[in-house]
């Protein structure tokens, strides 16, 4: 359960897998470089703080991780909530509200959690990811249009407001270097797929900037230099009322990295046909985030595209995992200073894809074609998401799930009042049938269909106002009740106090389910109401209202 997938891997590692783990490795380290830059900056901090990230989460979540090739670091899917925490809190906050995060990750994942993660709803997830996706495409408008502008507002809408009102200020070459960066990465796969086309962009566009002098702002333009050496770890100082201003966002960021690197170790496993340890992987998340913060980087967690290349390229073991960071950690020491001179542009280029490629548009239009409560769920969600905030998003549209599932699940539980199935002239018969059973005369017999839990126990005593006169026996048959909770217990409870009270024998009939038979147990209801009027099968039921009618 929590063994880390590195210790199985070594056990018959070869060294042909090696090669093919040291290609991939370095084939993805050199994919991190330009995003982990990118996201870095589009969350509004440092481009060396997403390196730091990447270097310190990549090597932490391939040794301690429960999947064999997993890739952490800095994702998309944080640029919303790391932006909007330096906004409020600045760097410092971000700090302790990623170190509170790791430690509710690891916390998440002794407590076994990993399994309870993976069933978010689907639509809640596709919600929230593309709006991500659309509020990292927005944020970039700024730099890939080099729109002479301030600072862009946080909300979405005056976002927009203001790029409009800037456009007339839009720079033809910046606007160029953005196109031919998104050209590039989305031509490049048709000549190779081993070398991303993210850093043949790069390289172009920046050598086409230098050379021919562009006027175009670069990253050594707007943050200086690129710092070549790692920081020594710290923490900034930490007091209550911050750790409690924090709470919240620290426990988006848990959230949002324990289902994003969950749902990479799911894909992962199925190009693979391998199986990941999901509690293991939450404590591996939650020491990287923690190790991330010490160094001043930012949340990190399973980045699905770059697992994917991980996969794709021959990684097989967490040792590619490892490669790509030692590849970025060189990187950042001996060519890191000449990342300054890549353009804004083009890192707004290769965001725009990004953004593209999370958005999941073809998930989105699926959901929107399936059940009408999947839709509300996704729609308000990405609307959330987008205008509001994400934490409000995911809280909402968790909410609104739930209540969801439980309006569906209470729609498949019915009553039924199986001696109201008769006609006139069979009502007038000192016996009536039901079905291939005649039922005495004074019993009436109740069927129970679907989960008998808070949702539906109305349904219950709904049914139970058609009885016209007291009866003597009440068969209870609850054969199709795979689950009960306590507002179903009081419920059966209730009833039995009132049976009881008005003289009436309350019979329990077919409890098949070993969940209601235990929580009846446990309840002491089943002692209460009597061994001998709870019976396994209906015969028998029908057998015990006919002794007890002889006995009245």
């Given at each position: ?8 891997t ?6 042909q897998q ?8 370095l ?17 509004g ?6 390196l ?13 991780g ?10 998309g899917a944080?640029?919303?909530?790391v932006?909007?925490i330096?906004?409020v ?7 302790i509200?990623?170190?509170m ?5 690891i916390?998440?994942?002794f407590?076994?959690?990993g399994s ?7 639509p ?14 927005s944020?970039?408008m700024k ?5 002479q502008?301030?600072n ?7 976002k927009?407001q203001a ?22 990465i989305?031509a ?5 797929h ?11 566009t920046?050598?086409i ?21 790692f920081?020594?770890?710290s ?15 620290a426990?988006t ?8 690197s969950l749902?990479?170790?799911?894909v ?12 293991m ?13 010490l ?11 770059r ?14 995992g490892?490669?790509?960071a030692i ?6 020491l ?9 353009p804004?542009?083009?890192l707004a ?11 999941e548009?073809?998930?989105f239009i699926?959901?929107?074609?399936g059940?009408?409560s999947?839709?509300?769920v996704l729609?308000?969600?990405?609307l ?11 809280e909402i ?7 969801l599932f439980?309006?569906?699940?209470t729609k ?11 006609n006139?002239?069979?009502?007038e018969?000192d ?5 291939n ?11 129970i269909?679907g ?5 539906a ?16 026996v ?13 507002t179903?217990?009081?419920m059966?409870?209730?009833l ?14 077919e409890?098949?389910?070993e969940?209601?038979?235990q929580?009846?147990?446990?309840a002491?209801l089943l002692?209460?109401i ?9 015969d ?10 002889t006995?009245?």
């Open positions: 359960m929590f063994k880390p997938k590195i210790l199985d070594l056990k018959n590692y070869s060294r090696f090669g093919k783990d040291l290609l991939a490795g084939i993805v380290g050199i994919v991190a470089l330009p995003l982990a830059i990118a996201f870095a900056i589009a969350s901090v440092s481009p060396e703080k997403g730091f990230t990447a270097v310190i989460a990549g090597f932490i979540v391939s040794a301690l429960g999947s064999k090739v997993q890739i952490g670091g800095p994702t944080f640029i919303v909530i932006y909007g330096v906004q809190y600045g760097i410092d906050g971000l700090i509200a990623t170190f995060a790791g430690i509710m990750l916390i998440m994942g407590a076994r959690l309870i993660i993976k069933f978010i709803p689907h809640l997830i596709v919600g929230f990811t593309s709006g991500i996706a659309l509020i990292i495409f944020s970039q730099d890939f249009f080099g729109l502008m301030g862009v507002p946080a909300d979405f809408i005056n927009w790029y409009f009102l800037s456009f007339s200020s839009f720079s033809i070459t910046a606007t160029i270097i953005g196109m031919v960066t998104v050209i590039t989305l490049w796969p048709y000549i190779t081993k070398i991303p086309g993210s850093l043949i962009a790069i390289l172009i920046t050598a900037v230098q050379i021919f002098h562009l006027p175009v702002e670069t990253i050594g333009s707007r943050f200086g230099s690129i710092h070549s050496s920081p020594t770890p923490l900034p100082h930490i007091d209550f009322l911050t750790i409690k201003h924090l709470v919240q966002p426990f960021i848990a959230l949002l990295c324990g289902i994003e749902l990479s170790a799911v992962a496993d199925s190009m693979i046909g391998g199986s990941h340890r999901s509690n992987e939450l404590v591996a998340q939650g020491t990287a985030n923690i190790f991330s913060a160094f001043g980087g930012i949340p990190a967690t399973g980045a699905i595209a697992t994917a290349t991980n996969v794709k390229n021959g990684g097989r073991t967490p040792i590619a490892i490669v790509h590849v970025l950690l060189i990187i950042i001996f060519v890191g200073k000449w990342a300054a001179l890549i804004m542009a083009t280029g290769i965001l725009v894809v990004v953004a593209y490629n999370m958005s548009w073809h998930s699926s959901v929107v074609k059940p009408r999947d839709v509300a729609l308000i969600t990405f959330l998401t987008v205008i509001v905030d994400l934490t409000v998003a995911i549209g968790m909410v609104l799930a739930a209540f439980m309006r569906n699940m498949s539980s019915n009553v039924n009042i199986l001696t109201r199935e008769m006139k002239e069979e009502q018969e016996n009536e049938p039901v079905g059973y005649s039922i005495p005369e004074g019993v009436e017999v109740f069927e269909n989960p008998l839990f808070f949702g126990a109305y349904k219950f005593k709904d049914a139970m106002k058609f009885i016209e006169k007291t009866p003597k009440l068969i209870v048959r609850m054969r199709r009740v795979p689950i009960i909770d306590s179903g217990i009081r059966l409870a209730d039995h106090k009132e049976t009881r009270n008005s003289g009436t024998k309350l019979i329990l009939s409890l098949e389910s969940q209601v038979t929580e009846l147990k446990k002491r002692f209460k009597g061994k001998g009027n709870v019976l396994a099968t209906f028998r039921a029908l057998q015990r209202s006919r002794i007890v009618l006995d009245k």
